[in-house]
């Protein structure tokens, strides 16, 4: 099926309301536009690119190899968790399905000492943190809200709330910017910050206001927009009519689309936007046109609201593939190494069950543990109070 | 268990209003195709068309603030929000435009809008999908604050809140959504009226929303105890009606507030402050309060734990007897 | 004093610190730069304009003539306000001064069935939408919130809390949108809205937010920023590092920098961009250039944060003188009319004066009266208890 | 009358603060050349520089929101909003992210920030820069909030919230910024410490913020005609000091609660609640609410009206002493 199909499906999705008619809305993107860099076809065809391909240059063999490998690690990660989340394992479970490209391309290029701000979708991210997948799968679990320790991964914690993150994001870059941790030259020192978040969440104001703070202040912040078509069952066409990435003007700084199944691409975008941030010239925006090929999260039935045809069109785009094709036609990898990565993807899977099935419930006082720092009455009397009340029914047991 | 969800009884009830005027629309996100991740809006876009089911950008400032711009057009607005932990980002709108619109404009201008919200805990959920924030707007002076606790409320609260001039905060128990019961032919009830849903002789249990039922419960198993409880669903959190409550605790001489927010400047004390000052020489014990512990709402795997059911609220019934 | 002149002294406003030099941020902008739209020089010198023009054929003399009148009236109003704060009789003021034709030119765009969203500053379009200044004196006198009837005057209550009201004035325009009150054709009926705010507000969240909605739906409204290059201390670079009219082209709809001292070009400018959302083709962002030329409000100081020698260049730019030069070297007034016009003006200044000061108090049970709709019983009790709290102490006398 | 005012007073302690530890900065709207509205930062821009003095955009979650992100970096940022009404905006940051912060992230992370208020009305003002919205943060686990309501509170009060390692809702009494007062040479409480500042045994007064005064002159009154009221300055709204309170409400055997934000859901209900239940034996007369009334606060010409004054306060006590 091609895309003239689907745009025709597209047409026909709904009977379009006088006021639809009126309003004139630009039909779903299917196709990311001229504008959108590339390095890597659908087809796993490298396209020459005169800004960027410098940027890919220190990249080594093993280096893209480990790409691939994240890739196909975490898309088994989320796989499993999602098995897990079916058998009643897990609460809820948010996909990565389609965006392992934009989630690695873009982890990959950070640095030690940057530090990322998650939505509740950057598995990815958080696996190129060094965050254990089962630290997700707890949070999914409702076992806590993350569990990893931030500052150790310069991986802030999962936010829930749409938007919130990317204020925090640009302060922590204001707050790099007073270390005079920008534009020193020094490499293990300069830091950047990265801020993810949704289409969706493009229409919030604290997203607004993060772009206004980090236009004013210079603060060395990528805001890393994954657009991936939906918010829960809203196309993108109900946040703006015109691509996401041409926000950024109008707060003073660059935006740009990048093909965000193109884990080169991705990589090496976000890689510029970053030094560009480390070396003290300020934010940029960045858009990752990709999609999110499974569900909002195991709690959504996007059949409700969307055409499988869309969906068929996005598989033929898939980030695995066309990388695996062209690692394999550049020789780079061979059948040997894609082989060990699926056993140990399987390894991984079968460490991530059983060490979810074994994760332990957290005991009830804790709640109350960490509420404050320094002594609190109410909080002490009431978890004695608890204690007191729970050793009442073992008493009765 | 044959009967109507309250799910399905706020999506009826929706219908009705939306059947019966004109002028009142939805507004949110996801409440058109998907018809709400609750699904409480379910089919009304297809029935009403895209300009009264307004599947609306992701922003709960603007969607709040463009429903007051469309109520001053002469609309009657109702606005779903996803999650209780999701109002907040319009909730400067709530406090400083909606609750005082009427009363800055000396009456010229009337904002009749709803805004519905899913409220507390108990679903297993993550994160800021649990909370129970009503106390923010019972403060709130201008608004009207109602919680329904079965699918007859339901059904007719969320008319009578769409039909009212002045702006409502409309409370639906989530974890109670799937609840099955009867609709009566009308209203029994005005939205500002409390109900005595078990009469009993002993201690006052005041509740509502997702308590009301974990009170009924208590109230059953402590019959079986030779304890005569009294539940009384609230209904309406701004204003009380004060005069069904103090009728029962100066009865029974005792109340219980239950509710899922943490206690401290919860909506117990305002309904403890006011029982004592009404009811002073009828109390032979303090009004007890029963809510979540002062803390922020835990993982899912600690909510148990964390909110009041059966066992504490029977606790504190004892605690008050004790007396 | 030349520009030259004070952009030096603009430079040594302060030693920049190594952070701000860091953020090289831009400098104050003294000036509207080549984008702006200006039909009428400083000098009073009509300049032609291919796309302006046109909208101008329209007015009358007395159209124009009473423009100046408006600008003229609106301006001593606002001195005698002044005037009334200081004498203690107003608790405080917030003057237009400077800003009168951004006002009047808008104000006197709109037509009858359009609505109009305002600040607390926008005494002028206040005026040209019939609503009694003495009004606006009660307010700031602390009378009540404002005591115009907004469906009457199709003119908003003052907004306070900033850029709150362009999302009122975005949701207004999505009903009008509903009732089919947009495209039709009929001038009587076709309604736009407009949305006022300042340089400030640009980075509210809100303000960012009624543009998404805006765009998304194509609403019929004018967004109309003031930038009067103050938000009470703050330059405009504390908002923003590119010109605001920039800011709506990532929400996807036009932005147009027009002279805020030029009445005629913020006539021309926003009669178009009304027509525009009139006849259903959505919004528009006007940025109209213009200055402050006094306080913030009466409370504020501007000698703590600015130099006098900017406010001087801006004398010259004065709404008033220019347009002034204009009628009277077009033959369109004579001196007679001015002096009327000055005649008129101190009539109503004794009026305001008079008014104002016979303004009785507000009773105290008004404040329970408008609270709600229907009955209420801790208000009734509360009324009834005051009421009677009240009848103690004259009983007592 | 000699001292310094709590505006000084507390532009005192943010340049002891800053002094003492280079991660305290400043951030809000007009903070730096112009001092803030109310000069409580004058001349700290010129002393510590831009760096440690933002004028931010005009955005209060902007402002909030990145002085979280601030904080995670390991700065102590103290963020003024301009007027309390203009914290709504803010909202979303505060409940959702500043309070859940330590707990959500099991003790890993620590988030020192100081959120300063000025509250309150009295001074005359237009619409939403008169409001008392210390109900909404009391109400809200994971927050500390403080009110000083004298020059040397003031002083030490802002020292130690900003030297707490847990966030801080910092309200400031806008009416009583020009009272002057002496600077006691060290900090004579604990940050979450009530002070009995007038000893009494008939009645108990319990307030805090601008109302201290109020009851304090109250008290005075009172005691020309021979009646002795016990004045207790909260200081600490959330957590309250509650022994201090409980041990003077046990020997008076009655208490009248006063503060400027509406009673209903005020935190003088949560007050009266706790009384009853820890002094329920010893009480002689309900716990007595003074506070606005249950509406917006009204526009300035009505606010004398509005607002509890010594003889709202001395008419609560006739009535508590007449039970
Ligand atoms: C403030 C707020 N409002 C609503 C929600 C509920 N919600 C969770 S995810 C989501 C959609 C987000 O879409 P997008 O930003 O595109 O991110 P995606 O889920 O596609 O990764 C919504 C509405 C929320 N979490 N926070
Ligand atoms: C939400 C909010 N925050 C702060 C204030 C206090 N305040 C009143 S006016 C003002 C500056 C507004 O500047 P601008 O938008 O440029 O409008 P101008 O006063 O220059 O007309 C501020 C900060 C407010 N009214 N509302
Ligand atoms: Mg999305
Ligand atoms: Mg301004």
């Known amino acids: 099926m091609s895309d003239t199909d689907v745009a025709a499906t597209e047409a026909e999705r709904e009977p379009r309301s006088e006021l639809d008619r009126l309003t004139a809305p630009v039909p779903a993107v299917q196709d990311g536009g001229p504008e959108m ?116 991964k310069n991986f802030h914690l999962y936010t829930i709330v749409i938007g919130a993150q990317t204020l925090h994001a640009t302060g922590y870059a204001m707050g790099v910017q007073r270390d005079g941790a920008v534009g020193t030259g020094d490499d293990l020192r300069d830091t950047a910050v ?3 978040f949704g289409d969706g969440a493009t229409s919030q104001g604290d997203v607004s206001e993060s772009l206004v703070f980090a236009g004013v202040t210079n603060a060395p912040v990528v805001f890393f927009c994954q657009n991936n078509q939906w918010a829960i069952s809203e196309p993108n066409e109900r946040q703006t009519r015109v691509p996401l990435y041409q926000r950024a003007s109008g707060f003073g700084f660059p935006g740009i689309r990048v093909d965000g199944n193109d884990v080169l691409a991705v990589y090496a975008v976000t890689r510029a936007a970053l030094d560009h941030a480390r070396s003290g010239q300020g934010p940029t925006f960045v858009e990752a046109f990709t999609y999110r090929m499974g569900a909002h999260t195991t709690s959504d039935d996007p059949s409700k609201y969307r055409v499988s045809a869309e969906v068929e069109v996005w598989k033929h785009r898939d980030p695995i593939l066309r990388f695996k094709a062209w690692l394999a036609h550049e020789g780079k990898a061979d059948h040997e190494f894609f082989e060990a990565v699926e056993r140990e993807a399987d390894v991984l899977a079968a460490h991530i069950r059983e060490g979810c099935l074994s994760m332990p419930d957290p005991a009830g006082t804790e709640m109350f543990d960490h509420v404050y720092v320094e002594p609190h009455p109410l909080v002490a009397k009431e978890r004695a109070e608890f204690t007191a009340y729970q050793a009442s029914f073992e008493g009765a047991h | 268990m044959p009967g109507t969800t309250i799910a399905k009884a706020v999506n009826n009830g929706l219908r009705a209003a939306m059947d019966k005027d004109a002028r009142v629309l939805l507004m949110g996100e996801d409440i058109g195709k998907l018809g709400g991740v609750f699904r409480v809006t379910e089919g009304l876009q297809k029935d ?276």
Request: aromatic letters at 8%; proline letters at 6%; glycine letters at 10%.
């Open chain 2, 48 to 323: 009403f068309g895209e300009e009264r089911v307004i599947d609306t950008p992701l922003a709960e400032a603007g969607i709040v603030g463009t429903a007051i711009g469309m109520a001053l057009r002469g609309y009657r607005p109702v606005v779903e929000i996803q999650f209780d932990g999701f109002v907040y980002p319009a909730f400067d709108h709530i406090i400083s435009q909606v609750a005082k619109m009427r009363a800055r404009s000396l009456g010229k201008i009337t904002l009749p809008m709803v805004i519905r919200i899913p409220v507390g805990g108990g679903i297993g959920a993550v994160e800021h999908h649990s909370e129970s924030n009503e106390a923010y707007f019972t403060h709130t002076a201008g608004l009207r604050v109602v919680c329904c606790a079965n699918p007859g409320d339901a059904y007719w609260m969320i008319q009578q809140a769409i039909e009212t001039d002045d702006p409502v905060i409309f409370y639906e128990p989530k974890r109670r959504y799937w609840d099955k019961g009867e609709i009566p032919e009308t209203a029994e009830l005005g939205l500002g009226d409390a109900r005595v849903c078990r009469p009993g002789t002993d201690v006052t249990l005041l509740a509502y929303g997702p308590m009301v039922k974990t009170c009924l419960q208590a109230a059953e198993a402590a019959d079986a105890e030779g304890k005569s409880l009294e539940v009384i669903d609230l209904r309406s959190l701004s204003p009380v009606d004060v005069p069904t409550i103090v009728e029962s605790v100066r009865r029974t001489g005792r109340a219980v507030v239950v509710h899922e927010a943490p206690t401290f400047g919860g909506l117990g004390g305002e309904l403890a402050a006011t029982i004592m000052q009404e009811c002073f020489y009828s109390l032979e014990a303090p009004v007890l309060r029963v809510g979540g512990y002062n803390i922020p709402y835990p993982p899912a795997k600690l909510e148990d734990e964390f909110l009041p059911d059966l066992d504490r609220v029977l606790d504190a019934v004892d605690r008050s007897l004790a007396h």
């Open chain 1, 194 to 196: 990265i801020a993810y």
């Open chain 1, 37 to 152: 860099v590339q390095l890597l076809t659908p087809e796993g065809q490298r396209v020459p690119n005169a800004d960027y391909d410098a940027v890919l240059e220190s990249l080594t063999d093993d280096d893209l190899r480990g790409f691939y490998r994240d890739l196909v690690l975490i898309r088994r990660v989320d796989a499993e968790a999602t098995a897990l989340q079916r058998q009643g394992e897990l609460g809820i479970w948010a996909s990565l399905l389609g965006q392992e490209a934009a989630q690695v391309g873009s982890g990959r290029a950070l640095k030690p000492q940057d530090y990322a701000f998650p939505t509740y979708r950057e598995h990815g991210v958080a696996w190129c943190r060094g965050v254990d997948p089962l630290n997700l799968l707890g949070l999914f679990r409702g076992v806590n809200h993350g569990g990893w320790d931030p500052n150790e």
